[in-house]
């Protein structure tokens, strides 16, 4: 037998957010195309994980994570949404929510499963679920408020079908779900008998005077829900890698081993970091972050609609999706690179959020940068004028 990559490779290819980002480096552009969020840490994480470090808080941790990091996720959760959880029996700390995401599909599902997603999806939403021999099936939402009907999940229902799968903010069209919306999927869920799972990890970005509501909390579905998120957001450390499970405490010890077998554990001494943040910052850290982001979310809409490039203005994370069909280009990643070359500014073509071409006229943009580094962007982007 020939030497030769595994059948898996083609599961984890390259995907369009990463290359369009070492496209922009290429030409020494400005990034709006990968969320890797360069604003500011807050000092006190900062400073909790270095006296962690300095205190010998350097070696493995238990699989599901340190004591203290746990117990503050549990504080941070009552505080926020009211959901009551066990620190000890009903949280898993992961190498990120993309970690805990892989982790909980190793877990619940067998090859085979099939899993329902929204479409615009997050790209490594699909591949994890791939990469764990599941099956992605699609329902499309449709712009502007990236709506769906109860017939459009049923019509995807099949013998095989295991979960549901929401990102609520969401990425990439920053849509947040309902209250009628999440009580329509929790009764699809519960009528099917699926399990839910829910990244949540957008979800103190929230404008307009929406609320995040986690599915978890509506009722009946604390048994059947999975709840994930993380920290990389909300205080800027998308290099840590700290995100977590939520979940009732008949599933949590198989996420927990199957953490332990691919990740060992999450960075201990930034484990405490986060820890001390969750317990030490005060809620108007986190309003303040919606109030921030909701400014460089009408600022960025603002220049994109000036430039002919008509935004659907987001609810929650900090992304738009944006029309890009009057630039030159037959399909999404031509008109994405003639942005690239004519400004500067690199963005995500849509075909990376659908599994068809549907895609081809949108592109993505994040706001998650530093208000100089984005009002320069605005700058190039306004001077299109098409």
């Not at 049923?154 to 079908?161: D, G, W």
């Not at 947040?176 to 970005?205: C, G, K, M, P, W």
Request: charged share 20%; hydrophobic share 40%; aromatic share 10%.
């Amino acid at each position: 037998m020939a030497l030769e990559l595994s059948n898996r490779t083609e599961w984890v290819m390259q995907s369009e957010i990463r290359n369009m980002s070492i496209e922009c480096d290429r030409i020494g552009g400005i990034n709006l195309s990968q969320g890797v969020c360069d604003t500011e840490v807050p000092p006190i994480v900062r400073q909790a994980a270095s006296e962690a470090m300095d205190n010998g808080v350097n070696t493995y941790t238990r699989y599901d994570g340190l004591d203290e990091l746990r117990e503050a996720i549990a504080f941070k959760q009552e505080l926020f949404t009211g959901m009551k959880v066990d620190p000890q029996k009903e949280i898993v700390v992961s190498a990120g929510a993309t970690g805990a995401l892989y982790c909980v599909c190793l877990a619940l599902l067998n090859p085979g499963d099939e899993v329902i997603l929204f479409e615009p999806y997050y790209g490594y939403h699909v591949s994890t679920l791939i990469a764990t021999e599941a099956v992605p099936v699609y329902v499309r939402t449709s712009p502007p408020d990236w709506s769906f009907s109860i017939e459009e999940l049923e019509k995807v229902l099949t013998p095989r079908t295991r979960a549901i799968l929401l990102n609520t903010p969401s990425n990439p069209s920053g849509k947040v779900f309902s209250r009628s919306e999440l009580e329509l999927v929790a009764q699809f869920a519960t009528n099917h008998d699926l399990f839910v799972f829910t990244d949540e990890i957008y979800e103190h970005f929230i404008y307009d005077g929406l609320t995040h509501i986690p599915p978890a909390t509506l009722q009946g579905m604390a048994e059947r829900t999975i709840t994930i998120s993380g920290l990389s957001k909300t205080f800027s450390i998308t290099g840590w890698r700290i995100g977590y499970s939520i979940c009732n405490s008949r599933w949590t010890q198989a996420i927990g081993y199957f953490n332990d077998l691919v990740y060992v554990c999450a960075p201990a001494p930034l484990q405490m970091g986060v820890a001390r943040g969750l317990l030490s910052l005060p809620v108007s850290y986190y309003q303040g972050l919606a109030t921030e982001y909701a400014t460089k979310r009408d600022n960025l809409c603002a220049a994109l609609s000036k430039a002919g490039l008509e935004p659907y203005k987001p609810t929650g994370a900090y992304y738009i999706l944006a029309d890009i069909s009057r630039l030159p280009g037959k399909k999404g990643k031509d008109r994405a690179m003639w942005l690239l070359e004519k400004t500067g500014v690199a963005c995500v073509p849509g075909e990376a959020f659908y599994h068809d071409q549907t895609g081809e006229d949108l592109a993505r943009f994040c706001y998650a940068k530093r208000d100089g580094i984005l009002d320069e962007a605005c700058l190039r982007i306004d001077r299109l004028k098409l």
